[in-house]
């Protein structure tokens, strides 16, 4: 199992009958795991903060409740978190929180123990798949015990390591019977000041808690060096430091003083191996115990051979054989719908504020399509800041996706037209949060298990919210798109752009491909400049493509002068292009 | 028993992910521990993609660093290049005999990488036309099996065992091409178009 499938089963061994959640690598695949169990309604919400007020809710109804996240995504949901640490719960409620350290799919790398230092709430750090399911299931317990939200942090090879896994059987649990109690659920000032006192002293509680917990352990070696660690870099000390006493701690926020303190006082020299910030390290050291300096990376990933030589061992050789070999960056797939309408924003020079998802790789060479990228929902804000700046003489255009419109670009468009901006927004309606791996939302309609759910309607939402006029194009075509692009980015209204076209990862049938003409191809380059991996140039600089990779697409043969782009097989429609 | 790594690497959507699956599924029926890591997100298509797979009696981390595997198969001769620097001195080298452009080539930004099939030669590689013989065997899509089938020459697990978790791992209709894909790739071993 990988480790969110293990926290998956964890969370429905222990009973839990709620889950909800945003997709996002690496956290993903939780739900989509977890929803395949009976007895566990499962949900994507729009965005984290929604989710986390959902599974709040059903904690206050007296049930268990998982809700899923991304590192990033907990910034959403901190406004939740933060109080909610306050108000306690009802049913167990845990925060499975995957933090991704070197970045392979993310804008930021931040250590989500900051947010459980900072909310107080504890933190528990499963090292491997087996432990990701147990600590899952502890999460529940500390929950109820504590009446305390409890984040499990996982990070990427964590989330998608995969190893052996023992599972167990699902614990039925009662529901609590829901009872009023606007003190401890209310959080206006009174109220909350009194509970601020009952979280101080459940500090403490679970800082003693931690010292004597099976998650929290100590493995006897050698005593001339003792190391602190969690989490994957456990697993790296292991392999690096096989002779070494280790203190493996589960649960990192809150610290457990005393077993810490007990450990330092077996060995001759304390260290400290930790991915990301030194959460440990600086604790460890307030509690007055000598840690040594270890030279060891403060962003990134940790590594075995990172490990090793922080310790001392010498570097391995290793082989590089070609130099500058060309990278291979993430890039759009052949006929995305995307492609089409950075092609036509690249043709109106517009300066564009992105967003995230697949679309943000518009920015790659050579469409060159994007201007900035922040967070979800960041690009409609600023739009319109941009705007404001006056900065800027070409056409300042928003791009957002479907998912990430319901995300958190609403209430950006909202401000836009309560602000009587006459901007540009284009959400790029694919049908599917396609990043992440086609995940349901509510504009494309599709529930987590792939059933019909009801669609907004995004028109009458866009309009209802203050634009001035919605219009749909189809990206595939250009020569449209770029006419809609002229006309609504020169209106005196707030303009939205539906850009609506499936992913084509969803078409199951695609139409035929094309080839190229090699006669009629005057090598100008124009169809190699829309970045589709199917289009190549041979030794001649003449196009070609590939058979095997285009789907039909056919923006290629619109973006052609000569004609020299043609259809192979006896069905291809050469009119209309697609 | 020693831990063995094996490192898979391939362009996204060339099935190198599945592959890195059954190898693991094969290390667990024969009874040893083993951790999986890969990395993806970020585009479904098209990016260079990394598999460990880590089996032995006890393994701790699931990531790999530089020297350090035993066994580097790779899907793509680029991909072959840059990923070689996890293999340790003697770890055996399978490649595909096939190269996938990246963007920066296919635009023209770059020059498409030349001479990597002799540097890979030089490297004690061992090629094989993996599209060719999952032709042959009824599947373009199994080229994925036909490397596993050449790798599992150089692994120590039974054929029956590879027979099974293939059969279990891949889409029903697909079973007896991708069998006839690992055995396609392994026979090649054996008559010596790669010799292990």
Redesign the interface.
């Known amino acids: 199992m990988s480790g969110n499938e293990a926290v998956a089963r964890g969370a429905w061994e222990a009973g839990a009958s709620v889950g909800v959640g945003y997709p996002g690598t690496p956290s993903t695949e939780v739900l989509e795991n977890l929803v395949k169990y009976e007895g566990v309604h499962c949900e994507w919400a729009p965005n984290e903060k929604v989710a986390a007020e959902v599974a709040g809710g059903a904690s206050l109804g007296g049930v268990r409740a998982l809700v899923t996240m991304k590192h990033v995504g907990l910034n959403v949901a901190a406004d939740v978190l933060y109080t909610q640490s306050y108000t306690g719960v009802t049913g167990g409620l845990v925060y499975l929180v995957a933090d991704d350290p070197g970045m392979h799919s993310s804008q930021n790398e931040q250590d989500t123990r900051n947010h459980g230092v900072g909310a107080r709430v504890p933190v528990l750090e499963p090292s491997d798949s087996q432990e990701a399911l147990e600590y899952t299931r502890a999460a529940f317990e500390i929950s109820e015990r504590f009446d305390v939200p409890v984040i499990v942090r996982l990070t990427t090879r964590i989330s998608h390591g995969k190893g052996l896994v023992t599972a167990g059987s699902r614990t039925e649990v009662a529901t609590r019977p829901y009872e009023r109690d606007a003190r401890k659920y209310v959080m206006m000032p009174g109220n909350a000041r009194v509970r601020l006192r009952d979280v101080a002293a459940r500090d403490e509680a679970l800082a003693a808690y931690g010292s004597t917990a099976e998650v929290n352990r100590a493995e006897e070696r050698s005593q001339s060096l003792g190391v602190i660690t969690s989490g994957i870099a456990y697993q790296y000390v292991r392999e690096a430091l096989p002779e070494a006493s280790v203190l493996k701690l589960g649960l990192t926020v809150p610290l457990p003083a005393q077993l810490i303190l007990d450990f330092a006082s077996r060995v001759e020299r304390v260290a400290v191996v930790e991915e990301l910030d030194r959460h440990l390290t600086m604790r460890v050291r307030a509690l007055g115990i000598d840690v040594e300096e270890v030279d060891l990376p403060r962003r990134g990933e940790l590594s075995p051979r990172i490990v090793a030589e922080a310790f001392g061992a010498p570097p391995l050789s290793r082989r590089e054989l070609v130099d500058g070999l060309p990278p291979r960056p993430p890039l759009l797939c052949p006929g995305c719908p995307h492609r089409g309408l950075f092609y036509a924003l690249g043709k109106v020079r517009a300066v564009v504020t992105g967003d995230i998802g697949c679309y943000t790789l518009g920015t790659l060479p050579p469409l060159n399509g994007m201007d900035s990228c922040v967070c979800m929902g960041a690009s409609i804000g600023m739009a319109h800041g941009m705007d404001l700046a006056g900065s800027v003489e070409r056409p300042v255009v928003a791009v957002i996706g479907d998912s990430t419109f319901a995300h958190s670009g609403l209430t950006g468009l909202l401000h836009m037209a309560y602000a009587r901006s006459e901007g540009t927004v284009i959400v790029l309606d694919n049908r599917t949060t396609a990043m992440t791996g086609h995940q349901g939302n509510p504009v494309n309609g599709v529930f987590i298990d792939g059933s019909d759910a009801p669609a907004i309607d995004l028109d009458a939402v866009c309009l209802a919210l203050g634009a001035g006029s919605v219009r749909t194009v189809d990206p595939h075509d250009l020569d449209a798109t770029l006419n809609v692009l002229r006309e609504e980015t020169a209106a005196d209204h707030l303009s939205v752009i539906v850009s609506k076209a499936p992913c084509a990862l969803l078409i199951k049938d695609h139409h035929d491909p094309y080839a190229v003409d090699e006669e009629l191809c005057t090598k100008c380059g124009s169809c190699v400049r829309l970045g589709c991996p199917a289009i190549s140039r041979d030794e001649n600089g003449r196009a070609v493509i590939d058979t095997a990779t285009c789907v039909g697409c056919g923006q290629c043969v619109q973006v052609c002068r000569y004609d020299a782009i043609v259809g192979v097989g006896p069905s291809c429609d050469l009119g209309g292009g697609r | 028993m020693m831990m063995t790594t094996v490192v898979l690497a391939g362009?996204?959507g060339q099935g190198t992910i599945l592959a890195g699956d059954v190898l693991?599924k094969v290390a667990?029926a024969e009874g040893m521990?083993?951790?999986?890591?890969?990395?993806?997100?970020?585009?479904?298509?098209?990016?260079?993609v990394e598999t460990f797979v880590r089996f032995g009696q006890t393994?701790?981390?699931?990531?790999?660093?530089?020297?350090?595997a035993d066994h580097l198969i790779a899907f793509e001769m680029?991909?072959a290049?840059?990923t070689?620097?996890y293999?340790r001195?003697g770890g055996t080298l399978v490649v595909n005999r096939r190269t996938v452009?990246?963007?920066?080539?296919?635009?023209?930004?770059?020059?498409?990488?030349e001479?990597?099939e002799e540097?890979?030669v030089g490297?004690g590689a061992i090629f094989l036309d993996a599209e060719a013989l999952a032709c042959e065997a009824g599947s373009p899509r199994s080229a994925n099996i036909v490397l596993m089938g050449a790798a599992s020459y150089a692994l120590p697990f039974e054929v029956p065992t590879w027979e099974r978790v293939i059969s279990d791992r891949v889409p029903p209709k697909t079973v007896e091409a991708n069998l006839r894909a690992f055995h396609l790739g392994r026979d090649a071993c054996a008559e010596g178009v790669c010799s292990l």
Do not use: N, W, Y
């Not at chain 2, 521990?33 to 479904?44: I, Y």
């Not at chain 2, 981390?61 to 350090?68: A, E, L, Q, T």
């Not at chain 2, 452009?101 to 990488?113: E, F, Q, T, W």
């Open positions: 362009v996204g693991a667990v521990d083993v951790k999986l890591s890969e990395v993806h997100g970020m585009a479904q298509r098209g990016g260079s393994v701790f981390s699931p990531v790999v660093d530089p020297g350090m680029t991909e290049a840059r070689l620097t293999l001195p452009d990246s963007l920066p080539v296919l635009i023209g930004d770059m020059p498409a990488p001479g990597l540097a890979l490297e």
